[in-house]
């Protein structure tokens, strides 16, 4: 392994410096490659290389390239006389699911959903401006989340726990442990008073978001740091229909680093509104010192103009992908939430101060904090639907989910879990220290209304489970005779024919997700409306609210309170339980890691604190090794990509120079490059990106099946989708028992495609239709004569 690695870093470093490789004669003409990449939940070397001895090339414990151990120094023999390809697997799985802890990340699900939304804006030429207004109200969405989450952690330990229960008597002697924050109590001392037990409380959502801030620095480090691999400009890059090509793409350091500081400060600011708030109100209605009133006008005067300042970083600038962006506005992250958190500690001595004769009563005023932030979510939510509204209008696009509102309704997704997570955790805890209740008046009525219609919601989905389910029969009714037809010479078994059949109805559920995400998006959307108008109206809790109307309306009302907050907080066990699972469970990691491989993929443009973008670091770990070993060996590559690895080829691809894209083909199996990024994402995938992919390559073949609920095809307009789709895979490989299958074969769906023997035949094929010109980085006599004749562009 360490004779390998050395050779792979001689190469690198030869090709990175512009230097030539060996000398021709030094090595074996005619060597092939495929690199393999794994799909959605990882996979082993010796699994992918189909052997149990196998070394690493290149790379580290968190990704890397592996070989078998036979073919460490395969490029210093003669090349296969059949023209076999050497075979590398690159394993990336551990950037998702490499430990426990990664679990825990699907506490910041909001995050990564309102990050997905920013990339799934309609395809948009010559619309800059609008293209820019659509990032800036996605930003925005996520700077409400920040908020959002922070005032949550308020609420539980500004206004729930310091102000309402330990500043009751009953509430207090419940929990002994805050027996020396209560005035009433026996152990009440200094720390009793009100504006010192917020001071002390107001720890907790600041030490939540300093947490935030140095997971995303760390990842930051880790994962946007990684630089891609450099070239000059070449005329052809013009040409390429994506941004995803842009030698800036995969490197959003700068933009991260901005918003980082941005959301670190609006967190900061937010815990330092709830704690001046309740101090400055009361100074306000009893006439405090002409001191604190000074202070306090100028923490206000602070406090907005922090707040102008976080808003103006996150409007000002979105990414750089037309360069590598090396600045960093050092400063600028330094002193923005440097001075946010020396605003937050002044504000901690003016509401320590002592104030003879303050006491805590009621809640603190969060009802219209929540309910401005549900407003101004909203607003942006209805903006973004219609900018994306006339970037679809300008270029309609047939095949993109919703008519180009998928991104407007992911966002109001992100918002509806970051009220469900932010009201799940008052509820839960307000039930907690109320313990049989009338002790406390709980957490503001704008969550208890957003918990009234979860109820509602799930009906909702209930119907469209019930609609997907009529679906699945009646297509089940069309692909029983579909089956008979493929396997007409076969004799027909009800159970097997009905199996199969099955299997490609439900696999065919996954192109009615955009029914399903924009009908509960637009219901999320009125319920939420109703709920703030309700809250706003009534100013009490639904049952309240209903109290002395009709029977049954008394009763939905409090039924549907009830529930409501009994789901909100089961939802939020669930997530927790879950992640503490990881920790344990192999299994449970394994499936967690699978959820994050699939919406991780894309940079955080939009929220800092989402999780990692994991392709930051595979796409250029591709890029460097075709790279360089083209470079280096002048042999043919065949990039094989399953699944997500796929989508990661194809990124890499778009990323080498032209002239080496010209010498490396395609091999995509499994793929979810246009069934469902095509769709969600057709900005960067839609039919003009993936068109320039099918010229810009060498050649490209897609292999599917129809039980496949993952994979499709590419569906490429004219003549271009036969020459890489090939027709679907016939999947059981053989209906009953043969001579090659003397057991029943089984029904593979997404996984194993290598397993048919249609694999192997485009492998070779492809590798056949690299020309010699194609494989080689310049005139090479010896291997003029090898390579099939002619180049096809399929």
């Known amino acids: 392994m360490e004779r390998a690695q050395e050779r792979a870093s001689k190469t690198g470093a030869n090709a990175a410096n512009g230097e030539a490789g060996p000398p021709t004669g030094t090595e074996a003409p ?6 393999l990449v794994h799909g959605v939940g990882g996979a082993t070397p010796e699994k992918m290389l189909n052997d149990p001895r196998t070394v690493r090339i290149t790379g580290d414990d968190t990704a890397a390239v592996f070989r078998r151990a036979d073919d ?30 990664r679990a825990l990340w699907l506490l910041l699900l909001p995050f990564m959903v309102v990050n997905l939304a920013h990339w799934m804006r309609p395809t948009a030429r010559n619309r800059q401006r609008t293209v820019r207004l659509y990032g800036l109200l996605v930003r925005l969405a996520g700077l409400t989340l920040t908020v959002l989450l922070v005032a949550a952690a308020c609420e539980v330990a500004l206004d729930l726990t310091a102000w309402q229960c330990a500043g009751t ?25 009100p504006g010192r037990r917020l001071a002390l409380a107001a720890v907790v959502p600041a030490v939540l978001t300093g947490l935030l801030w140095f997971l995303s620095r760390r990842t930051w480090i880790a994962y946007e740091a990684q630089r891609p691999l450099a070239h000059d400009p070449e005329p052809a890059e013009e040409n390429i229909r994506t941004a995803l090509g842009r030698p800036g793409f995969w490197y959003g350091r700068r933009l991260v680093a901005r918003l980082r500081a941005a959301h670190t400060a609006a967190g900061l600011l937010t815990v330092t509104a709830a704690l001046g708030s309740a101090a400055a109100r009361h100074d306000r209605e009893t006439g405090g010192p002409a001191a604190l009133e000074i202070l ?34 050092a400063r600028l992250v330094r002193l923005l939430p440097g001075g946010a958190l020396a605003l937050l500690v002044l504000t901690a001595v003016y509401a320590g101060w002592s104030r003879p004769g303050w006491r805590s009563a009621g809640r603190l005023p969060g009802d219209t904090a929540f309910g401005t932030l549900a407003l101004l979510q909203g607003v942006i939510v209805i903006a973004l639907a219609a900018v994306a509204h006339l970037l679809y209008r300008a270029h309609p696009d047939p095949r993109a989910a919703m008519r180009g509102f998928g991104g407007p309704a992911v966002a109001m997704l992100a918002c509806a879990l970051g009220g469900v997570m932010s009201g799940g955790v008052s509820q839960r805890v307000a039930d907690w ?50 089956v008979e037809q493929d396997y007409a010479d076969e004799s027909m078994d009800v159970t097997r024919t009905r199996r199969i059949a099955v299997t490609r109805a439900m ?39 209903a109290y002395g109307s009709y029977a049954v309306v008394q009763g939905a009302a409090d039924t549907a309170q009830a529930l409501g907050s009994w789901l909100i907080g089961v939802g ?47 796409v250029p770990d591709l890029t460097w090794r075709m790279a360089t070993w083209t470079e280096e060996t002048g042999g043919r590559l065949v990039i094989s990509g399953h699944s997500q690895g796929s989508v990661l080829a194809a990124a890499a691809a778009w990323q080498l120079k032209p002239s080496v894209r010209k010498r490396v083909a395609l091999l995509t199996y499994g793929s979810p490059l246009e069934r469902l990024y095509g769709r969600w994402f057709p900005a960067h995938f839609g039919p003009a990106a993936l068109t320039s992919l099918h010229h810009d390559v060498a050649c490209w073949r897609n292999l599917y099946r129809l039980t496949d609920p993952i994979g499709g095809p590419v569906h490429l307009p004219g003549d271009c989708g036969p020459e890489v789709d090939r027709a679907p895979l016939k999947d059981p490989l053989a209906y009953g028992r043969t001579k090659k299958h ?50 096809s562009s399929g």
Not at 577 to 602: E, S
């Open 30 to 35: 005619g060597i092939a490659l495929e690199l």
């Open 72 to 101: 460490a120094d395969a490029e210093d023999r003669p090349a296969d006389p059949q023209g076999a390809p050497v075979r590398e697997a690159y394993v990336w799985c551990n950037l998702t699911s490499g430990n426990g802890t």
């Open 169 to 193: 008597r009953a509430c207090a002697e419940a929990h002994s442990w805050l027996g020396f924050l209560s005035p009433a109590g026996p152990d009440a001392g200094w720390w009793s008073e």
């Open 296 to 329: 306090a006008r100028l923490l206000d005067v602070a406090l907005v103009a922090g707040a102008v300042a976080v808003v103006w970083v996150v409007c000002r600038r979105g990414r750089s992908e037309r360069r590598l962006d090396q600045e960093l506005d």
């Open 433 to 482: 220290l109320d313990g049989t209740g009338g002790t406390i008046q709980g957490p503001p009525v704008l969550l208890t209304w957003q918990a009234s219609v979860i109820p509602a919601v799930l009906l909702v989905v209930l119907g469209l489970v019930g609609w997907l389910a009529r679906r699945t029969l009646q297509l089940r009714r069309t692909e029983l005779d579909a």
């Open 507 to 545: 696999a065919a559920l996954t192109d009615r997700a955009p029914r399903i995400v924009g009908i509960t998006s637009a219901v999320t959307l009125a319920l939420g409306a109703a709920a703030l108008v309700g809250a706003q109206v009534t100013d009490d809790t639904p049952g309240e609210a």
């Open 572 to 618: 939020f066990l669930l997530f927790v339980t879950w992640g503490r699972r990881a920790y344990k469970d192999p299994a449970a990691r394994r499936t967690i890691g699978i959820l994050w491989d699939v919406g991780t993929f894309w940079p955080r443009a939009a929220h800092p604190f989402a999780p990692p973008c994991y392709a930051e670091r595979a």
């Open 742 to 791: 003397p057991l029943p074969a089984p029904i593979l769906g997404h996984s194993d495609y290598q397993a048919d023997p249609a694999f192997a035949e485009e492998r070779e094929d492809l590798l056949a239709r690299l020309r010699p010109s194609e494989a080689l980085p310049g005139p090479r006599p010896e291997a003029g004569a090898q390579g099939s004749s002619g180049r």
